[in-house]
């Protein structure tokens, strides 16, 4: 294959805020990059010519002959020549490279992307797969196939010959990602766990010190297992210009249990729950592109137990600032309207309010805090309350070993006006929890540009009702994407 350092991000302008059309030069930009080729670092002869079909020819002068073909614009003849060498062995991996750049030269992107495809599953080298990938990266980009373009230019960074050129295709896939209308954001762990059921400490239960109800059932207590989450987000854009983009937005999140032990009167299904939402995203940014505004409007369901739990409708708005070079400032607020589907007293109006402030430090590392507040207004029993949340994060700069660090301390006080266990507890209930965690993302580990993350996490609460009194300590085992 030829060495056709031009990458994909070439094919339109670096993307403003908002990404700015470009289809109209797509076909001819990408034709121009592949127009240059080395051929797997084979050379040309000098004063090759079209040959008559009877002309005995060597592999090598065969192949030869085909690139010659190819600098001279003569898609047919190097597609003769790359069929015969193919016929003499299917799996000649510089012949269906060769082939998919005659392919392109006729705009036959389809055809040329199978092409290069079957040139990377027959490369014998990582460069071979590394120039196979781009070059299908870049057809299905000519072919107005952004996603597919961004999958190939995943493979492309998983077989960079140099830390340079990776970072060349993850620029050009952020470049793609851009333009592309359509974006998907995958998240996934398994969590081995404690206290998967938020239980209770302790067998008893004591309210301010005095033990109302007794013994506790088992289900009521911490139980150890395994929590599995997926987390999928998916977005089309609809509308943009220069300062705006507006999108449609959709999510699909699960948490599926498994107990270790067999628990009397309940099982792991118990506690699963599922969530799916659909929404428009509006985004309008500030002419000194130093801000924007965010608008939400969401809607969706909860499950929880395998049954409907409750149906809900979102707004919310958030500000976004650039304060600095370094600094960045978000802040918002949201409500949210649930029609509960067990028990109609149970409908809620949840508010809720977030300033969050982020600071990259010389050397790379970055601090972060984080202060949310959020009440919820409800007649069904023991639901309202109010809740304040802080928390403070660092990510280091550099790798230690294979890892980068990220810790996150935080503690949240949740106060309920009323609450009622049998008889209304005097004061009602408070809970008080801090909670903290360390993750280490392994970077050298990428696969695609996917990378495996474990996380160590422990939280402790304490409460006036002692049913509440709850200790967890997991580790998360998880894959994200690096860009």
């Not at 896939?173 to 996934?188: E, I, M, Q, S, Y």
């Amino acid at each position: 294959m030829s060495s056709c350092s031009t990458n994909v991000a070439n094919l339109s302008k670096t993307p403003r805020a908002v990404p700015a059309p470009t289809r109209n030069a797509r076909g001819a930009a990408a034709l121009a990059l592949i127009a240059a080729l080395s051929a797997w670092g084979l050379s040309a002869p000098a004063d090759s010519a079209d040959t008559p079909e009877s002309v005995e020819l060597s592999l090598p002068d065969a192949q030869a002959l085909a690139v010659e073909a190819l600098k001279q614009k003569r898609p047919k003849l190097a597609y003769r020549l790359s069929e015969g060498l193919l016929k003499a062995n299917p799996r000649d991996g510089q012949a269906h490279y060769t082939q998919a750049l005659a392919f392109a030269q006729v705009k036959a992107y389809g055809f040329g992307r199978r092409s290069a495809r079957k040139a990377f599953n027959t490369a014998r080298t990582p460069v071979q797969k590394y120039e196979a990938a781009q070059l299908a990266s870049q057809m299905a980009y000519a072919d107005d196939r952004l996603t597919l373009s961004q999958f190939w230019l995943r493979r492309a960074v998983q077989h960079a010959p140099t830390e340079e050129v990776r970072k060349d295709s993850i620029k050009a896939f952020r470049t793609v990602r851009a333009h592309n209308p359509l974006n998907f954001d995958l998240k996934f762990s398994v969590s081995p766990s404690d206290n998967v059921n938020n239980g209770s400490n302790s067998p008893y239960n004591i309210i301010d010190g005095v033990p109302v109800v007794g013994v506790l059932s088992p289900s009521a207590q911490a139980i150890g297992g395994i929590v599995a989450t997926t987390d999928l987000q998916a977005s089309y854009r609809i509308a943009y210009g220069e300062r705006f983009m507006t999108r449609l937005t959709g999510r699909a999140y699960t948490r599926r249990v498994k107990f270790n032990n067999a628990v009397p009167g309940l099982s792991g299904s118990d506690l699963s729950s599922s969530r799916l939402q659909a929404g428009v995203n509006h985004i309008m940014v500030d002419a000194s592109k130093r801000g924007q505004w965010e608008f939400d409007v969401t809607g969706g369901r909860t499950w929880y137990g395998g049954s409907p739990l409750y149906d809900f409708a979102r707004l919310g708005i958030e500000r976004h600032n650039r304060l600095g070079e370094h600094t960045q400032l978000s802040f918002g607020s949201a409500v949210e309207f649930q029609e509960d589907e067990t028990w109609p007293y149970n409908d809620a109006t949840q508010y809720e309010a977030f300033a969050q402030v982020g600071y990259k430090l010389a050397n790379g590392a970055r601090i972060g805090g984080y202060v949310n507040y959020r009440t919820t207004e409800t007649d069904g029993v023991n639901q309202a309350r109010e809740q304040w949340t802080g928390i403070v994060s660092y990510t280091m700069g550099r790798e230690i070993g294979p890892a980068k660090l990220s810790f996150q301390l935080g503690h949240s006080v949740v106060d309920y006006d009323s609450y009622r266990i049998f008889l209304t507890v005097p004061g009602g209930r408070s809970d008080s929890s801090t909670f903290g965690g360390v993750t280490a993302t392994f970077q050298d580990w990428s696969y695609m540009g996917f990378v495996p993350t474990v996380s160590l996490n422990a939280e402790q609460t304490r409460s006036n009702i002692s049913r509440f009194d709850v200790d967890e300590t997991s580790v998360s085992f998880g894959i994200r994407s690096e860009f």
